[in-house]
C-alpha cells in the first residue's frame, strides 16, 4: 500500500485521525487537518471523489464543535452534491449526511 500525499489511502489517513483529535478536545488541529485534506483531495483525485464527500462532511461536524454554524449547511449540502454524484441514491452514507442536516433544523 502506498501512502504518498497523493494516494487516497493518504488522504482517509486524515478523515480517520480527526475523530481522535475531536475527542481530546483538539478541534481546531482537526480542522486543518480536513482542511489540508480537502485540498490534497481537490488536487489529486477532483472535487468529485467520494472521500471528498467525507471530508466536507466531517469538516462540517468540526465546524459545528467550533460553533461556526453560519457555514455548517453550505458545507454539507457539498457533501451531498458530491455524494450524489458518487454514489446511489439510496447509499448509507448519504443517508448519513441528510441525518446530520435533520439536526440542524
Given at each position: 500500500v502506498e501512502y504518498t500525499k497523493q494516494s487516497p489511502f493518504y488522504i482517509k489517513a486524515l478523515i480517520n485521525v480527526c475523530k481522535p483529535l475531536e475527542?481530546?478536545?483538539e478541534i481546531k488541529e482537526a480542522n486543518e487537518v480536513l482542511k489540508r485534506g480537502m485540498n490534497i483531495c481537490v488536487q489529486t483525485l477532483?472535487?468529485?471523489?467520494?472521500l471528498?464527500?467525507?471530508l466536507y462532511h466531517n469538516y462540517?461536524?468540526?465546524?459545528?464543535?467550533?460553533?461556526?454554524?453560519e457555514r455548517i449547511l453550505h458545507v454539507y449540502n457539498k457533501?451531498?452534491?458530491?455524494?450524489q454524484k458518487s454514489?446511489?441514491?439510496?447509499?448509507?452514507?448519504?443517508?448519513?449526511?441528510f441525518?446530520?442536516?435533520g439536526y440542524l433544523c
Amino acid at each position: 500500500v502506498e501512502y504518498t500525499k497523493q494516494s487516497p489511502f493518504y488522504i482517509k489517513a486524515l478523515i480517520n485521525v480527526c475523530k481522535p483529535l475531536e475527542r481530546v478536545g483538539e478541534i481546531k488541529e482537526a480542522n486543518e487537518v480536513l482542511k489540508r485534506g480537502m485540498n490534497i483531495c481537490v488536487q489529486t483525485l477532483g472535487e468529485n471523489h467520494f472521500l471528498m464527500a467525507q471530508l466536507y462532511h466531517n469538516y462540517a461536524n468540526v465546524n459545528e464543535r467550533l460553533g461556526l454554524f453560519e457555514r455548517i449547511l453550505h458545507v454539507y449540502n457539498k457533501s451531498v452534491e458530491v455524494c450524489q454524484k458518487s454514489f446511489e441514491f439510496d447509499h448509507p452514507f448519504l443517508a448519513k449526511v441528510f441525518n446530520n442536516i435533520g439536526y440542524l433544523c
